[in-house]
């Protein structure tokens, strides 16, 4: 019998750990989103708003980013996987230790597509664009090549 008990408080403790993970109720209109130059995935040039969960500490994240024309990220990689949707204007990705422009794709508006955890890549914004990212912290960035500034 004890051994019966030792299961279900496994099973118990399992369950209310994974609800205590489980991110809050949240209803933002664009008003409510704030902006700033600061944060887990801002860099110099561009802006970010937090919507859920950090990057930086355990668990799962959405940030919405927003980059001015001209804005480019040299080959890098990230510590997690993430997804994003580019939800207004274009953004050019391509993948790889080395920033090729022909290498580069489009993705308008609407558009989706991954950076798996540990994959090389690279962007290129040419017109401002605001992008949607989601992945599971703690989140990082590591430029393959010197980023310009760096």
């Given at each position: ?31 409510q989103?704030?902006?700033s130059?600061?944060?887990g ?7 970010q708003?937090?919507?859920?969960g ?26 997690d ?15 790889g230790?080395?920033a ?5 794709k489009?993705?308008?508006a609407?558009?989706?597509y991954?950076?798996?955890?540990g ?32």
């Amino acid at each position: 019998m004890p051994n019966k008990s030792i299961c279900a408080l496994a099973l118990m403790a399992a369950a209310l750990a994974v609800h205590a993970a489980e991110p809050p109720v949240v209803a933002l209109t664009p008003a409510q989103m704030k902006w700033s130059a600061q944060g887990g995935l801002a860099l110099p040039g561009m802006e970010q708003a937090l919507l859920i969960g950090a990057p930086d500490k355990p668990g799962p994240y959405t940030v919405r980013l927003k980059f001015p024309a001209g804005f480019k990220l040299a080959p890098h990689i990230h510590t997690d996987s993430r997804e994003i949707t580019i939800l207004s204007g274009s953004w050019y990705t391509g993948y790889g230790e080395k920033a090729d422009p022909a290498g580069l794709k489009k993705l308008p508006a609407g558009s989706f597509y991954t950076e798996p955890a540990g994959v090389a890549h690279y962007v290129e914004v040419r017109e401002p664009t605001v992008i949607q990212v989601s992945g599971t912290g703690p989140s990082g960035r590591k430029f393959i090549e010197a980023a310009p500034g760096e």
